[in-house]
């Protein structure tokens, strides 16, 4: 079962604009990641925000954690065609010396020229 | 450093046959996971492997199974094929235990059953 929803599920925009994603999940986590995923390939790490940070920063991508609303939100901004991906947020579990990720229901967006 | 690597990428088989799914790591790398990706159920973990021994292991029908060997490189079976085990089979590797738990994905192996 998925541990993270995400919404939306879809998401048009035109190259230049801000794409803002969303994950809640149910559970107490380790850490959270994002991953793209082209159509039909393997997916592909972004960035990952541990338990106890609020807001991380790589390139285009900016990431919040909210821990007590058990959400976290991916904005991508000034968007690119090459953006066009599925993308899947994961929340992480250690279980000892195990890490569980589960992935969320993932959001598919098109950016358009 | 070469990437993770599945094969075979595509593959159709017919109803009640098995099939066999082989991830080689990246190296270095000792856990293994396998997820089934479906557009009605998304991404499903199957199971982990860690120096070839299940650690980790999903809500899936004993059809399923796996195995590590000594050198990391993983398999995942399937027997008697269901129309609904039609999927794309995702294989990913990680750094040794108690990491963040970055995993780096395989192009997946997709299967058709007919």
């Known amino acids: 079962s998925q541990q993270g929803e995400e919404d939306p599920q879809a998401l048009s925009i035109q190259e230049g604009e801000n794409a803002t994603m969303n994950c809640s999940y149910k559970t107490s986590i380790n850490n959270l990641q994002w991953y793209r995923q082209n159509s039909g390939r393997g997916l592909v790490h972004l960035i990952l925000i541990r338990s106890n940070e609020r807001e991380k920063h790589s390139g285009r991508l900016r990431v919040t954690l909210d821990t007590s609303k058990k959400s976290s939100s991916l904005l991508i901004t000034a968007s690119r065609a090459a953006d066009t991906a599925s993308y899947f947020c994961a929340t992480v579990q250690n279980t000892g010396t195990a890490s569980k990720l589960t992935f969320g229901t993932g959001t598919r967006l098109q950016v358009t020229l | 450093k070469a990437g993770v690597t599945q094969t075979p990428r595509y593959l159709i088989k017919t109803r009640g046959q098995q099939v066999t799914l082989s991830c080689s790591p990246i190296s270095g790398h000792r856990s293994v996971s396998w997820y089934q990706q479906t557009p009605g159920q998304g991404l499903q973990f199957l199971f982990e492997?860690?120096?070839?021994?299940?650690?980790n292991k999903g809500n899936f029908p004993g059809r399923f199974s796996g195995r590590q060997f000594s050198n990391s490189r993983s398999e995942m079976n399937v027997s008697t094929l269901e129309l609904g085990d039609s999927a794309l089979y995702l294989c990913a590797s990680s750094s040794p235990a108690g990491s963040t738990g970055e995993l780096f994905f395989g192009e997946g192996s997709r299967l058709t059953v007919l």
């Open positions: 492997y860690f120096s070839e021994t299940q650690r």
